[in-house]
């Protein structure tokens, strides 16, 4: 992807001149001859340097160092005909990125440019690598000794070192995206952005638009460019998640990408190109929803070149005890608690079917560990919905009934349009992403 640079000089020679150099050198340019034509763009655009005059005919550079430096990191280079040292100093101390005085070279110049981007680059990495401080996807990052995990362990180590496409099946809370997470920190895209995308959580209407971008004015609210997840992922991965709510006609679009590695902002005409690894997941039966007419049977196939398939917790209990240590020890840190589950609270931890599987796990163990105030954590203190059923002890509070029924229904209906979530929510009356709420709420799968 080509980089943009905001261009602002008042003389027309210097201007076109630079504006040549720069797009000779593969950059793309905007030029103004005004400091307000300038500002207005940068509020509309989005820029990876500026360069500007300092005497301008209606503000000086230094007000547009202050403007662009309040706003972004873009990184900006003043120069000017009548440099001092008094004037560097100024432009430093407002947060420019250099300063250069006329009469320069076009090689000096450029090298400038290629300077402030790289730097900003790095910055921009430094920040992604904070976010992953504490983790580490150097080895598998996923806990399991029973034969199922090490079958998903070895397939991971193998697909880590291609950039196949690859989709992950999985009930909620398997750890589809941990799965991703790790597939990606260890191929040779780890340098390089991952974003993760959950789709049934965007609101229908607005899928395109945070999947492939819009230009200005594409549609109501559309105020300024703004780049897609594909174009933010160049380089690295893209991890599409619950890929099965994906609408009929984005999922035209995701194959075009798939297959050409090309897309349009919506509303833009030009075309981009991305390098981009895919690796999506689904908790839906896809092969049914092919069957059903709801997802493309092209892309089914483009998506399934590689499929894992990640077990619930229920068929691999003899990896139970390994997580609760872990995350037990997790939340002892976390909370600054030397505590431990009694015998009989791992037995129920241990025989209990986790409907929303090791996520579920781990949150009853913090939701244990932070309620407790004694060292051992017994079974009574464990959720009631895990321990033997007592009638008498059943719940008689209206919030709780109301919410066992709101769950039966949303099961029914999901039961009669054979979990389109979409069709779901319609019938329901309500969206797509507050359905999807109330499914991770409720854990319903």
Request: aromatic share 8%; charged share 30%; net charge neutral.
């Amino acid at each position: 992807m080509k980089k943009t640079v905001l261009l602002i000089e008042d003389e027309k020679i210097m201007r076109v001149t630079l504006e040549d150099a720069l797009k000779a050198a593969g950059f793309e340019v905007m030029a103004f001859e005004t400091g307000g034509a300038a500002m207005q763009s940068f509020g509309d655009n989005s820029f990876d340097a500026a360069v500007t005059d300092v005497m301008l005919p209606d503000m000086n550079g230094f007000d547009i160092v202050r403007e662009i430096t309040s706003r972004s990191d873009t990184p900006v280079i003043v120069m000017t005909a009548y440099g001092t040292i008094k004037d560097a100093v100024e432009a430093m101390k407002l947060g420019a990125f250099d300063y250069i005085t006329k009469p320069f070279s076009l090689d000096e110049f450029l090298l400038l440019v290629q300077r402030a981007l790289e730097i900003k680059q790095l910055k921009e990495e430094n920040v992604r690598l904070r976010k992953d401080l504490g983790k580490c996807y150097c080895g598998p990052n996923i806990i399991g000794e029973s034969a199922e995990m090490r079958k998903v362990f070895s397939l991971v180590e193998r697909v880590s070192a291609s950039d196949a496409t690859v989709l992950i099946f999985g009930e909620s809370g398997t750890g589809k995206e941990l799965v991703a997470t790790t597939i990606h920190y260890q191929s040779g895209r780890k340098d390089k952005p991952l974003i993760k995308v959950n789709c049934a959580a965007l609101p229908e209407g607005l899928i395109e638009s945070e999947l492939f971008g819009h230009e200005k004015g594409a549609f109501t609210g559309a105020a300024k460019k703004k780049p897609g997840r594909f174009e933010l992922a160049d380089g690295g991965t893209i991890f599409l998640d619950e890929i099965g709510d994906l609408p009929l006609p984005t999922q035209s679009k995701i194959l075009r990408v798939i297959q050409e590695r090309q897309f349009e902002r919506i509303g833009g005409t030009t075309t981009l190109n991305v390098n981009v690894r895919i690796i999506a997941a689904t908790n839906s039966n896809l092969e049914a929803q092919v069957k059903a007419g709801r997802f493309r049977e092209d892309l089914f196939y483009r998506f399934n070149v590689i499929p894992i398939t990640l077990p619930p917790l229920r068929n691999r209990k003899e990896d139970i005890p390994e997580l609760i240590e872990f995350f037990m020890d997790k939340f002892r840190k976390k909370l600054s608690k030397n505590i431990r589950f009694s015998k009989d609270a791992v037995d129920l931890l241990i025989a209990f079917d986790y409907p929303g599987n090791v996520r579920e796990l781990e949150n009853i163990i913090e939701r244990c560990v932070t309620l407790s105030t004694s060292e051992v954590i017994s079974k009574e203190e464990l959720p009631s919905f895990m321990l033997p059923e007592n009638p008498s002890a059943k719940s008689l509070l209206l919030s709780d009934i109301a919410a066992g029924a709101e769950i039966n229904h949303i099961r029914r209906v999901l039961h009669t349009t054979q979990g389109n979530k979409t069709k779901a929510a319609e019938l329901l009356g309500i969206s797509r992403k507050t359905l999807w709420e109330k499914m991770t709420s409720y854990r319903i799968e």
